[in-house]
């Protein structure tokens, strides 16, 4: 049978196969393989009505997550509420860097539209001019949720944003059930060293699952190669006079340019300085 892992909790796989939960142990054979099925992994495996089913294969991954470990995601989801709590910008960009980093499709959901509509469209703006499929929500109505809905259809969600941003209900409202995530896991969580559980919740065709996000990114990437990483700055390259330009002091640069006529985002290229400064200095030590 062909499936797709769900869950994995000590040391046992959860794969979903049709709409029929199996629960299989993963076979000694896989340890010398150097392959351990994780999480989103689509495998085949056996099933003998006795509890001991057994994964005998695991299919070729799309990509893979460190954090938490989940293969095959198709796409990155970024919760920025447009207030209660403020939003932070800085760590929507690094979550977006991250996600470009492992090659994963982004999309940004601007929340809580309904408690500043104009602030709203200014973010919808930022996000959607940069280059992102952007949604502008509010997850307490549904049908605002609609168009979120449809994008998530056939899909693996990797799910991120600050504590009350909306996760919970906006997954609640995406899979037409009640679930909880990010909160209320973080504070039944035990002790340092206790294993984080990863789990996909799901409904049909669609997965949503909760990544740790913003306080625990740790940019991997040089900061000559942050560039690669604003998907906007592409369109305006050509136009820089230096071909390895970094688009911060170098003269007749495309990119300032765009800067300074409002085809790129103020608050996106500063946040590029910014981020250019910190990982310049990581690399001193
Ligand atoms: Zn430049």
């Known amino acids: 049978m062909k ?8 040391g046992y796989y959860y794969i979903k196969c049709d709409d029929v939960i199996y629960e299989t142990r993963a ?5 010398h393989q150097n392959i351990s099925p994780i999480v989103g992994d689509v495998v085949e495996f056996k099933y003998e009505d006795n509890n001991l089913g057994y994964i005998e294969k695991v299919y070729p991954r799309k990509n893979m997550l460190t954090r938490p470990r989940v293969s095959n995601v198709d796409v990155a989801v970024i919760i920025v509420p447009v207030k209660d709590p403020k939003y932070n910008l800085m760590l929507v960009d690094k979550t977006i860097i ?6 994963i499709d982004i999309a940004v959901v ?5 408690l500043d509509e104009l602030e709203a469209k200014n973010l919808y703006d930022i996000y959607s001019n940069a280059g992102f499929k952007t949604f502008m929500i509010s997850a307490t109505n549904k049908e605002t949720l609609k168009e979120l809905k449809d994008f998530c259809k056939h899909k693996t969600v990797a799910l991120s944003g600050v504590s009350a941003a909306g996760k919970s209900s906006i997954t609640s409202a995406i899979l037409d059930k009640d679930v909880q995530i990010g909160d209320v896991s973080n504070k039944t969580r035990r002790g340092r060293h206790t294993t984080r559980h990863v789990e996909l919740l799901y409904s049909h065709d669609i997965y949503i699952f909760d990544t740790p996000g913003f306080s625990s990114i740790d940019l991997n990437i040089e900061s000559e190669d942050l560039k690669n990483y604003f998907r906007e700055f592409n369109n305006y390259r050509e136009k820089c006079k230096f071909k390895d330009c970094n688009h911060i002091n170098e003269p007749k ?8 006529n409002g085809d790129i985002s103020k608050n996106r290229y500063e946040n590029y300085l910014l981020i250019f400064e910190e990982l310049k200095n990581k690399g001193e030590y």
């Open 3 to 10: 499936g797709k892992i769900i869950k994995l909790t000590g």
């Open 27 to 31: 076979r000694g054979n896989f340890r």
């Open 98 to 103: 991250q996600a470009e980093y492992e090659g």
């Open 110 to 114: 601007i929340n809580k539209m309904d």
């Open 253 to 260: 640069c495309g990119v300032k340019e765009a800067v300074e």
